[in-house]
């Protein structure tokens, strides 16, 4: 008896030990994040916004898409239980989850996903190109179908990776769209959801909490695919295109994350017992010419532009030496896709050979206009690229906009001859942005456009490796833009930050947690 009683009164001891520190636990953790972001959002339509600062906010945690990329950037289930396609890539068939519910309460059905799919097919350049006519059609409530009229065997790469997210919302959100044909709400199925947005100031983000889960709980990351379970209440992104004001709020804990560093400024941040950093490679840092109008539509100009560049010179400038001079148009480590065709043509530098090129396409000085805006510390980059252009004879105008400012600008063929940006890596060249006719720069060249239509159709690896290698090569004559090497930036974050991601597009916060 007296032994039960003593048994009794251990477990109400330890049941209430466990009690106490469970509170205590919890009474240990912060219920938000504070996020320094370097670039801004105009907008956060998935399917009208192919920035990487949206991809770093939004991507797998306001929006998810059917399919998402491994470790190995290989297509995987997001938000279907499986796919499957017809030999020759033709048809495929997408059988959906369905445990998901929208951030309005709304389970996912078919109908969304058509809805969805359609929408971002008509505002992604590059897949419409590739579907022509083809629709995303129902075939019951969780299963969804699209039949083409070419082999288009890259569809699933498109879907789990494409720059402007083939994200799902519900079908009344995409025919609610705004007078400028942008969604008039941001409804997802991530694990959290807008909440606030003060444009160019912060962006907030509250948990879902009816967010379900896909994949093993416990599992390890597999790349974007990670069981989320979202554990902080709120999650700001502040916007600061003043790499020194970020800097100074991370060090003194006014921030709890800062992204995107880059130069001299990545330098300030080092590890210690308060402080982990990461660097990652990012993509490509590109000199985008207008091809439709002035200067750029011109091949001989453009040739001209490319023997001028000191591309060692414009990284430095804006990196520092978070880069490499690089001619791939793909990542080192996309050892299927990384290749130096056409590398004779890359950072040659030769004033002589850039003069001879301005005489042969008819130059007489004309004004060229450059456009940048500050973020990534670009308008150092487009200092530097004036002086060289103007050693080769080249009159240049500069004009430095805010971000808001310069994303209208370069959409405006008549306000620009060349812009300057930074392109995130893609999982497959197919995906490469700037060969859509769409995107500003415009590349609209029949050699190009019949390359990569087969490059999207070849089902081997030996095709589309030894096609990938004809398009770099004659990417380096004709020139959409100037690779002028590859950019990598550094995240730092607080030790107090716990289970941090480390994503395609750099870290991500489904399942962290934040020690006070």
């Not at 011109?298 to 490319?306: I, M, S, T």
């Not at 030894?466 to 030790?495: C, D, F, V």
Request: aromatic share 12%.
């Amino acid at each position: 008896m007296k032994k039960n009683i003593f048994c009794i009164i251990l477990s109400l001891f330890s049941f209430f030990v466990l009690t106490c520190c469970s509170f205590d636990d919890q009474s240990l953790y912060k219920d938000e994040v504070h996020i320094s972001q370097l670039l801004a959002c105009d907008n956060f339509d998935p399917h009208r916004n192919n920035t990487i600062a949206f991809r770093q906010i939004c991507d797998g945690t306001v929006w998810e898409k059917l399919l998402t990329l491994d470790k190995n950037e290989k297509p995987v289930p997001e938000l279907c239980i499986d796919y499957s396609s017809s030999l020759d890539g033709r048809s495929f068939i997408f059988r959906l989850r369905r445990d998901v519910f929208f951030h309005n309460g709304k389970k996912m059905t078919a109908d969304d996903v058509c809805a969805s799919m359609n929408r971002w097919i008509k505002n992604y350049g590059p897949v419409r190109s590739a579907v022509g006519t083809a629709v995303v059609e129902r075939l019951d409530t969780y299963t969804v179908h699209i039949s083409l009229d070419k082999p288009f065997m890259m569809l699933p790469y498109f879907i789990a990776g494409a720059a402007q997210p083939a994200a799902i919302t519900t079908e009344e959100c995409c025919r609610n769209e705004d007078s400028s044909g942008y969604l008039s709400e941001y409804i997802g199925t991530g694990p959290y959801k807008i909440t606030e947005w003060v444009p160019d100031k912060y962006v907030r983000l509250e948990k879902f909490t009816g967010y379900s889960p896909y994949g093993k709980k416990g599992s390890p990351p597999d790349g974007m695919a990670v069981y989320k379970n979202p554990v902080l209440n709120s999650i700001y992104y502040h916007f600061n295109t003043d790499e020194d004001v970020q800097v100074s709020e991370f060090l003194s804990g006014d921030t709890d994350v800062i992204l995107n560093l880059t130069g001299i400024d990545a330098e300030l941040i080092q590890d210690g017992p308060d402080v982990i950093s990461k660097t990652l490679p990012h993509g490509i840092i590109g000199l985008v010419f207008n091809k439709r109008h002035g200067e750029g539509a011109n091949l001989y100009f453009r040739q001209a532009v490319n023997a001028a560049v000191d591309c060692d010179a414009l990284n430095r400038a804006a990196f520092g030496s978070l880069y490499k001079n690089d001619a791939s148009y793909m990542e080192a480590a996309q050892k299927m896709w990384h290749t130096d065709s056409g590398s004779l043509q890359y950072n040659k530098h030769d004033i002589a050979a850039a003069k001879k090129l301005l005489l042969k396409a008819g130059y007489n000085g004309e004004e060229f206009r450059i456009i940048v805006c500050p973020a990534n510390n670009l308008d150092r980059t487009a200092a530097v690229l004036k002086q060289q252009l103007e050693e080769a004879g080249i009159t240049v105008r500069l004009v430095i906009f805010s971000q808001t400012a310069f994303l209208k600008a370069r959409n405006d063929p008549n306000s620009f001859d060349m812009f300057i940006t930074t392109f995130a890596s893609s999982p497959v060249p197919a995906l490469n942005i700037y060969y859509d006719s769409d995107y500003p720069g415009w590349t609209d060249d029949a050699v190009l456009r019949k390359k990569i239509s087969e490059l999207e159709g070849v089902g081997t690896e030996a095709e589309r490796i030894r096609l990938w290698t004809e398009i770099q090569a004659y990417s380096w004559e004709y020139l959409p833009m100037i690779n002028t090497g590859h950019y990598m930036m550094k995240y730092a974050w607080t030790t107090r930050l716990k289970n941090v991601i480390h994503g395609r597009d750099g870290i991500y916060l489904w399942n962290a947690s934040l020690l006070k």
